[in-house]
């Protein structure tokens, strides 16, 4: 079952704009992550914000967590034309060695 | 290290035919994963290892689907016989423990005819 849903589904800006995702889940975590698919592609890391962090950088992308509400929230800032692919979030539980659980993902077209 | 490294990136088949598709983990990475992509169901995970033992292979489709992973480098996805909606692109990725950072594969994209 997939755990994160990611809003908006996809998402279109031009060069230079900010780019916000969200993401949502539903039960208890160690970690968040947020991963990039470029198109015919694997996904790629891009960073994690662990349970007990509210906010993390990372160059031009801005992750927040709010364990209250179960959301989190990914920003890339100053986007360029190679930012479009699709950005998905992956929640890591709390119980044990088990696998990331991954949202539908949000498609990013940057127009330049 | 090359990363996860999954074979074939292509394979188109006939419907009913076996198929075999190939991954070679990270080295040094404990825990294994294979996903499927569609457009209707997104990321789903099919089947994980541990130490190279199966933990949950709930996300198996059917009877019809099969994984191995015989040794630290090197696991196997065989669907036997094929059939159309099998059609997807099949990823393998690892990584040191579940829920940690995964390194994924460039896929193996399967249309079965």
């Known amino acids: 079952s997939q755990q994160g849903e990611e809003d908006p589904q996809a998402l279109s800006i031009q060069e230079g704009e900010n780019a916000t995702m969200n993401c949502s889940y539903k039960t208890s975590i160690n970690n968040l992550q947020w991963y990039r698919q470029n198109s015919g592609r694997g996904l790629v890391h891009l960073i994690l914000i662990r349970s007990n962090e509210r906010e993390k950088h990372s160059g031009r992308l801005r992750v927040t967590l709010d364990t209250s509400k179960k959301s989190s929230s990914l920003l890339i800032t100053a986007s360029r034309a190679a930012d479009t692919a699709s950005y998905f979030c992956?929640?890591?539980?709390?119980?044990?060695?088990?696998?990331?659980?991954f949202g539908k993902g949000t498609r990013l077209s940057v127009i330049a | 290290d090359a990363g996860v490294i999954q074979s074939p990136r292509h394979e188109v088949t006939e419907m009913g035919q076996e198929v075999t598709l190939r991954c070679k983990p990270i080295?040094?990475?404990?825990?294994l994963f294979w996903y499927r992509q569609t457009m209707m169901r997104g990321l789903e995970l099919l089947i994980y290892f541990n130490n190279n033992v199966p933990i949950d292979d709930s996300g198996m489709p059917e009877d019809r689907f099969s994984a191995k992973m015989p040794n630290a480098s090197f696991s196997t996805l065989k669907i036997q016989p094929s059939e159309p909606r099998d059609s997807a692109v099949y990823f393998c990725?690892?990584?040191?423990?579940?829920?940690?950072?995964?390194?994924f594969g460039q896929g193996t994209r399967l249309t079965v005819v």
């Open positions: 080295s040094g990475h404990n825990s």
């Open positions: 990725a690892s990584s040191f423990r579940g829920g940690a950072e995964a390194f």
């Open positions: 992956a929640t890591g539980p709390t119980s044990g060695n088990t696998p990331l659980v």
